[in-house]
């Protein structure tokens, strides 16, 4: 069996050093706010290149403290893409702002420059721009032509971590990064955990805020916040898978040339697509085919697991149709919903069974 994601290896890979950590933190007692959290909020800042990073308890929660920390709510619109995990439009949909769907790029699958012109109106007030499946989106060249005093860039990096354009890491790009350590991130924890990027100090003072109870002085509460922190256990499991992420990364990357040197020639199938000025990370590696359905379904038949990343455009979902009648004009991630597929991909899969998953799509 080939599955489409596996933590195994990784796991034995690492155990003894993971125990190792975890037997420190319980010997302190020390599980919140302690350390590791401090250590890795430090070395996250560093690699990210900003100046700020603060953890919380999920991707989602750093999605909703950005929009929070620039006060957005009833009135504002903020402009995302249609083809994402619903966590990037439920943080606009916490503090009762709108969000207002650009359609995709159908090569890169991400938000697509053109589109976000179209929807700014004078109660824009963000923009998020996801890099999804690992792939940076060019937030440089959209500031180029947005007034970005009122505008502000936040970019959902739940997908992204070590991913960079123009040698710049995403996270570091926009005024605020988020990022998920969703175990099945390409930097993940083995729980729950987030993290906001900032160069800005008033947005760091609020959102540290934010993630202790509106505090920063024990029983002080000068706003009102929410109990989201990372804890010291996950932030141990991080620190050591922090330290290989490069290694990780390029794993993907290698693992991605070989699906595109063996898959280039088959008929009736899109490769994922990079631009060279970017450092595409491949969280998934996602192809598109009118034939998605029988290469899914032939895979399966092989013992091959593959993972249809998004089946729905964000404006079908029922919890929010009520709110997107314009249903018509999110094409391309309408297409992309129903032709995607995303291959095995994680670090350690082995070259012999990326080959057998391409030849078994050749055989088809
Ligand atoms: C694009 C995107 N945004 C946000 C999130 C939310 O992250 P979390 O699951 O940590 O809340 C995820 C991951 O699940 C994601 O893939």
Do not use: W
């Not at 890979?13 to 020390?30: C, D, G, P």
């Not at 202790?212 to 024990?218: E, L, Q």
């Amino acid at each position: 069996m080939i599955p489409q994601f596996d933590l195994k290896k990784e796991y034995s890979l690492l155990e003894n050093k993971i125990q190792a950590e975890i037997r420190k933190v319980f010997s302190k007692t020390n599980f919140i706010q302690g350390e590791n959290v401090k250590k890795f909020e430090e070395k996250v800042a560093n690699y990210i290149g900003v100046k700020y990073a603060i953890s919380c308890n999920s991707g989602t929660d750093a999605l909703h403290f950005a929009l929070r920390s620039l006060n957005i709510g009833k009135g504002d619109e903020v402009i995302t893409t249609p083809f994402t995990f619903i966590s990037t439009i439920e943080a606009i949909m916490y503090l009762g702002a709108k969000p207002v769907f650009a359609d995709i790029n159908k090569r890169t699958y991400n938000i697509s420059k053109s589109e976000i012109l179209k929807k700014i109106t004078s109660n824009t007030k963000a923009i998020i721009p996801v890099h999804l499946f690992g792939n940076p989106f060019d937030v440089e060249d959209l500031k180029k032509d947005i007034d970005n005093n009122f505008i502000n860039i936040i970019e959902d990096c739940a997908q992204s971590f070590g991913a960079g354009i123009n040698h710049k890491r995403t996270g570091s790009l926009g005024d605020i990064g988020c990022f998920s350590f969703y175990p099945t991130k390409n930097l993940g924890c083995y729980g729950d955990g987030g993290i906001i990027t900032t160069n800005s100090e008033a947005i760091y003072k609020h959102i540290k805020k934010l993630t202790n109870h509106g505090s920063s002085k024990r029983y002080h509460h000068d706003i009102i916040g929410f109990n989201s922190r990372l804890d010291e256990i996950q932030a141990a499991i991080l620190n050591i898978k922090l330290k290989l992420i490069d290694e990780t990364n390029m794993m993907r990357v290698n693992i991605a040339n070989i699906y595109n040197e063996n898959l280039s020639e088959v008929k009736n199938l899109t490769l994922p697509y990079k631009e060279n000025n970017t450092h595409h990370v491949y969280h998934q590696y996602t192809i598109s085919s009118l034939d998605r359905d029988i290469i899914k379904k032939t895979l399966e038949k092989n013992n091959i697991g593959s993972a249809v990343y998004y089946p729905i455009s964000l404006e079908k979902q029922n919890a929010y149709k009520y709110f997107f009648k314009d249903t018509a004009n999110y094409k391309n991630s309408n297409f992309i919903s129903n032709t995607c597929l995303s291959l095995p991909m994680y670090p350690y899969l082995s070259e012999s069974d990326v080959l057998s998953v391409c030849n078994t799509i050749k055989n088809i």
